[in-house]
């Protein structure tokens, strides 16, 4: 008995259909990311060599940041460092840094933005109870960053 070879045609449907699903899925999860607006410094750059005249000095921007520890907070102005350690049963001394904030608030009005530092074993739950409580107190721009 002869076998005819090359009659046969294979059925694709099912690869096409698994394709088509991984396209699909690829594209509902891929991250798309559009640029808002350009910025560019129009009044830095002018036609002539000459300073502009009443040229305001640059402020020097204060670094905020809080960092949680396992055993202790540290709030930061710079290099002024405020340190605390939790309050018995391993919680946060939310009365403290509300008024730590608000001196920040006082020094600082035109600031909304803080860094969060934490350790990496630090509970979960703090950093979460943290960043509430700043986002809750007028610090709404508040940058995470895990070490």
């Not at 410094?41 to 960092?67: F, R």
């Not at 605390?84 to 939310?94: M, Q, R, T, V, Y």
């Amino acid at each position: 008995m002869a076998s005819k070879r090359g009659t046969e045609d294979m059925n694709l449907t099912a690869m096409i259909d698994l394709f088509s699903t991984l396209i699909i899925f690829l594209l509902m999860t891929a991250v798309w990311n559009q640029i808002d607006s350009l910025s560019t410094n129009v009044d830095s750059v002018t036609a002539s060599d000459t300073p502009p005249e009443n040229p305001e000095p640059e402020k020097k921007k204060a670094m905020l940041s809080v960092t949680i520890l396992t055993d202790r907070v540290e709030m930061a102005e710079d290099e002024a460092i405020s340190r605390f350690p939790l309050i018995p049963g391993a919680k946060i001394d939310l009365e403290r840094m509300k008024s730590l904030l608000e001196t920040w608030r006082s020094k600082y009005p035109d600031r909304k933005d803080i860094i969060l530092h934490t350790h990496n074993e630090a509970p979960y739950q703090h950093l979460i109870q943290v960043f509430d409580f700043m986002v809750g107190n007028g610090w709404p721009d508040v940058g995470v960053n895990t070490q």
